[in-house]
Nanobody, 126 residues
Framework: VQLQASGGGLVQAGGSLRLSCVAS????????MGWFRQAPGKEREFVSA????????YLRDSVKGRFTISRDNAKNTVYLQMNSLKPEDTAIYYC????????????????????WGQGTLVTVSS
């Protein structure tokens, strides 16, 4: 499966962005999806994940209450709505996919993902 992330940009602190990740090539609905980010000079970290049908989601603590993950299987797309952005959210954001064969699980470990998008840069100014 090929993943194409978009929606990044420059925003002031307190602003919002919505990232999108469009998948192609395989049956998107059987895949659990995740968002990860990597800030300059730091390791990649988990941000959010969603099960194949959207029934289960998970967010890292630092973004709970601000970010929301969702998906539209009819459009082969997963979204990350980011509100109340902070400078520490600045990073390249990557979407990832793993075939969970329709099991309703969320995956938080990057090593478990098989497919990755190219990343989209989010810059939050103070």
């Amino acid at each position: 499966v090929q993943l194409q992330a978009s929606g990044g940009g420059l925003v002031q602190a307190g602003g919002s962005l919505r990232l999108s990740c469009v998948a192609s090539g395989r049956t998107f609905s059987r895949y659990a999806m995740g968002w990860f980010r990597q800030a300059p000079g730091k390791e990649r970290e988990f941000v959010s994940a969603i099960s194949w049908n959207g029934g289960s989601t998970y967010l890292r603590d630092s973004v709970k209450g601000r970010f929301t993950i969702s998906r539209d299987n009819a459009k082969n797309t997963v979204y990350l709505q980011m509100n109340s952005l902070k400078p520490e959210d600045t990073a390249i954001y990557y979407c990832a996919a793993v075939d969970t064969e329709y099991r309703s699980v969320v995956i938080t470990h990057s090593d478990a993902y098989d497919y990755w998008g190219q990343g989209t840069l989010v810059t939050v100014s103070s």
